[in-house]
């Protein structure tokens, strides 16, 4: 088949016959026909960039265009579809033929398929190159000025910071004050934005604030825990901009500015004697802010976000809950310390470097991302022992769950003066409970060493003192003094020797002064 438009092509570049048909293997007399055709009907390589292969060939051949019965594409329906997310018009260009292969119809080329959605976006107004699609992202910021509540009792100003949250597609805005910028505020910001907005975004796009994102740079994103938990808890994910590149964030960007006039500005002399008023009055000037029409487009913020909210994610049944995370290593006694109380875990743990999360209600341990244990988060005091009997070893499950009459019961099972010991820790502590580690570190000796070394241990400190001690036992057992004779035992406390040559008075001239 003749290649009509390379050798328009080429011709365009001043290439002569002979190379020409070379180049396209035909041969000089086909080139010669069909630059003279061509030049009839005006036809040159500029001239029929818009013209397939056929149309090209039909136009040589038979000296005009036929009236081919293409198929006009539906572009309402494709403005709409270009709205959701991933759709592009490359994918609907081939959607578009597939259906006119099935019906019979001929299907417009890419380029004219591009060209009649342009000419449909100009005469409808319609947006032509859509940058944000509906429900794509969400941009979030603090404003750079801080607006102040007065205390009512001092009369002194405090700073109030003011978080700014613009869907990126309708620009539909969410403002609120808070406190500080802290790691809490910044979550607790998002949960409600999301809530005004009655749905989520598929990806949150945020500054490059450390309360955020701990890390971001040309090769590495490090996102902050918690805030990473958050995007997962809603489905969304957190894409930062990047370092110093505020246009990849325009619409929060603009409106921080916005906000400045509309609201901060404008309630400038407005006295605010707690942080409910000033939100209530930022609320108030919110709204007649996301309806005040565009001054380019047509519509407003709301009326857009009308179009925008169908493709918005669903809320979860219940609103993210702020944790704090911590690590700690599983003690010997298989628990750990969280806040003022301490917590068990499985006791195959043991020595084992953990995450703690933390919330108001709950306190989940995991190790290696995997949680393996839960327990309800209670008020209790200082050194509260919260323990659940299947963590416990078997050996420790018969003595139920840690308390004083639990650890009294197994010294009596040692032996008396075991539980002498015993009884001695659990009634000198301010709080019993606070004894509970050093019996549950006494009760491993026994585990270690025997029941039957222990009890001896613990009967020979007891003869040397009336207040013993976990160290003063285990260094009995270390050194195997339990296992010595009484007439051992006086020996040594005396530093004597069994056997040996021990100088008298008269040796050192300290004998009877009247005998020379």
């Not at 061509?38 to 051949?61: C, H, N, V």
């Not at 489905?235 to 246009?247: D, K, L, M, S, Y």
């Not at 308390?403 to 301010?430: H, M, N, P, Q």
Request: aromatic letters at 12%; glycine letters at 6%; a positive charge.
């Amino acid at each position: 088949m003749t290649n009509y438009r390379e050798i328009l092509r080429l011709e365009s570049l001043g290439i002569n016959h002979s190379q020409i048909a070379l180049s396209v293997g035909c041969s000089r007399q086909t080139v010669i026909s069909v630059l003279k055709k061509a030049k009839q009907k005006s036809l040159s390589y500029q001239t029929i960039q818009g013209f397939s292969d056929r149309e090209l060939m039909e136009a040589i051949q038979d000296g005009a265009l036929k009236q081919v019965p293409y198929r006009m594409p539906d572009y309402e329906k494709i403005h709409r579809e270009l709205m959701r997310s991933g759709v592009t018009l490359s994918l609907l260009w081939i959607e578009y033929c597939e259906e006119c292969r099935r019906s019979g119809d001929l299907p417009y080329q890419s380029t004219q398929f591009n060209k009649y959605y342009a000419d449909y976006a100009r005469k409808t107004k319609a947006t032509m190159h859509i940058e944000r699609k509906p429900a794509e992202s969400a941009e979030v910021d603090w404003c750079g000025s801080k607006m102040s509540v007065i205390n009512s009792e001092t009369g002194e100003p405090k700073d109030a910071y003011v978080f700014v949250s613009a869907l990126s597609y309708s620009g539909y805005s969410y403002v609120e004050a808070f406190w500080s910028m802290e790691t809490e505020n910044w979550i607790q910001a998002h949960v409600k934005a999301f809530t005004f907005y009655g749905g989520v975004p598929r990806w949150i796009i945020p500054d490059n604030l450390k309360t955020g994102i701990t890390r971001n740079t040309r090769t590495e994103t490090v996102i902050n825990k918690t805030y990473q938990e958050m995007a997962e808890h809603y489905g969304t994910a957190i894409i930062p901009a990047r370092v110093e590149a505020p246009n990849d964030k325009p619409h929060a960007e603009g409106s921080v500015k916005i906000t400045q006039t509309w609201i901060m500005a404008a309630l400038r002399d407005c006295k605010f004697f707690t942080l409910a008023e000033l939100n209530k009055a930022i609320h108030e000037k919110l709204v007649t802010f996301n309806n005040h029409e565009f001054q380019i487009k047509q519509g407003s913020r709301k009326s857009w976000y009308l179009e925008e909210k169908p493709f918005l994610l669903p809320l979860p049944k219940y609103p993210f809950e702020v944790a704090e995370w911590k690590q700690a290593t599983v003690q010997r006694n298989y628990h750990v310390r969280c806040g003022n109380q301490y917590f068990s875990t499985p006791y195959e743990y043991i020595g084992k470097k953990v995450d703690i999360r933390m919330t108001s209600r709950m306190v989940e341990i995991l190790y290696e991302g995997i949680r393996i244990c839960s327990h309800p988060r209670t008020e209790g005091y200082f050194g509260k022992y919260v323990t659940q009997e299947a963590h416990m070893p078997p050996n420790h499950q018969q003595y139920g769950a840690w308390s004083g009459e639990g650890f009294r019961r197994w010294a009596k099972k040692i032996g008396l003066s075991c539980s002498k010991v015993v009884e001695y820790f659990l009634s000198t502590a301010k709080l019993e409970q606070q004894a509970y580690k050093t019996c549950n570190a006494l009760l491993q000796l026994s585990n270690r060493y025997s029941g039957v070394r222990l009890e001896a241990a613990c009967e020979r400190v007891l003869q040397f003192t009336p207040r013993p001690s976990y160290k003063a036992v285990s260094a009995i057992l270390k050194a195997k003094q339990d296992t010595w004779g009484d007439n051992h035992s006086s020996k040594s406390s005396l530093n004597m020797p069994e056997y040996g040559f021990i100088r008298g008075a008269e040796y050192y001239g300290g004998g009877d002064p009247d005998v020379e």
